[in-house]
């Protein structure tokens, strides 16, 4: 087998790996060349540097990376933004995928090298799919995470969904769902550009009195106008008091932005909107949906999406860094926030303790 391994070049039809995704059930949004070029041109001052490897002129893997310069010199993720992971992206059914998985990370490597990038951050899926190979190399530091999912696949071969799902959910999460129903709350999927404001300015709203970030106007317009969205609206009385933003690659719904008006929250719209959707969604042909991932010590959130019958995976984010801890601990937590915005470093723990 003769393998060459490239630079990506968005005009070369060879290097377009949407066709390595199709035969995926599970393929995941953040693996996809659409998302890749949304933060390309989303991100401030990040360059692209995804890795193709081919066969004889034939495309079979690849490794999405963006670089990011900043005061402690570059960092590359696999991908960054809230989270995002993609990792490796093989054909189906090589006979030796390690063997491509390799080929890619030795080629990155050596371009880590000649290109001096101090921080490489490889985020597997929640699948797991490219674990065995990650836990099998050498690493400087590591991280974990919780993916959970709730599968819907069920739904639409049987007589009555709505059952289906609630036998899904926890007593706790089909409460919920029943008290929205009996505070009359009302869901439907909406292009209206009044819904897609207040879910964008109680979004806003949220994150403010969590003294979070919030997505701005630009992301969502970029997401609207390349990825497949879907925007749900809950109202009580033609009010609106809860919204979702979600995105739906192939057989995959990513829950990616909820949005509540806190003075309704005893109504449970959102439980209501989540329910309706899942539901919706299904009949459609979706087979999953991705809450997005949360951290080992976050129980409560844990439980809550685990109340909504998800299937949960523990996968890994594999770093390796070159020239030393001291630049990073310069910078320190709020430096490199600040330095790198929407990246994966290290661990703050790194930085506490003083060694990786």
């Not at 933004?81 to 990370?105: C, H, M, T, W």
């Not at 009555?160 to 036998?167: I, T, W």
Request: proline content about 5%; hydrophobic content about 40%.
């Amino acid at each position: 087998m003769a393998f060459e391994i490239r630079l990506r070049d968005p005009e070369n039809p060879l290097h377009n790996w949407d066709g390595l995704l199709k035969w995926e059930n599970r393929s995941l949004l953040f693996q996809s060349r659409s998302w890749v070029d949304l933060l390309k041109d989303y991100l401030p001052e990040v360059r692209e540097r995804t890795l193709v490897c081919l066969e004889d002129d034939r495309l079979v893997g690849v490794l999405p990376m963006l670089v990011k310069e900043g005061e402690a010199g570059k960092v590359a993720n696999s991908l960054p933004y809230f989270g995002s992971n993609a990792s490796f992206i093989l054909e189906a059914d090589l006979p030796e995928p390690d063997l491509v998985r390799q080929k890619l990370l030795t080629a990155w490597r050596d371009l880590a090298e000649r290109e001096d990038i101090r921080v490489s951050v490889f985020i597997d899926t929640p699948w797991g799919g490219n674990s065995g190979f990650l836990k099998g190399r050498t690493w400087d530091s590591g991280d974990l995470r919780m993916g959970h999912m709730t599968p819907l696949g069920s739904l639409a071969e049987v007589e009555d969904p709505v059952q289906e799902l609630m036998n899904l959910l926890h007593s706790k999460t089909r409460n919920m769902v029943r008290k929205a129903f009996k505070s009359n709350v009302k869901v439907s999927a909406s292009s209206n550009p009044e819904d897609q404001d207040f879910l964008e300015r109680t979004h806003a709203e949220n994150l403010a009195a969590l003294g979070g970030g919030a997505k701005d106007r630009r992301f969502f317009d970029l997401a609207r106008q390349r990825l497949d969205t879907l925007t749900y609206v809950a109202k009580i009385n033609d009010e609106p008091v809860a919204a979702a933003f979600l995105v739906r690659h192939g057989r995959v719904i990513e829950y990616f932005t909820p949005a509540l008006k806190a003075e309704h929250r005893s109504a449970q719209p959102l439980s209501g909107l989540i329910f309706h959707a899942m539901q919706d969604l299904a009949a459609q042909g979706a087979l999953w949906w991705n809450w997005g991932a949360s951290w080992p010590s976050q129980k409560s959130l844990q439980t809550f999406k685990k109340r909504w019958g998800t299937v949960n995976s523990e996968y890994g984010y594999f770093i390796s860094l070159s020239g030393g801890l001291d630049p990073w601990l310069a910078l320190g937590p709020e430096g490199i926030k600040k330095e790198y915005p929407y990246f994966y470093v290290l661990p703050f723990s790194v930085l506490e303790k003083g060694e990786a």
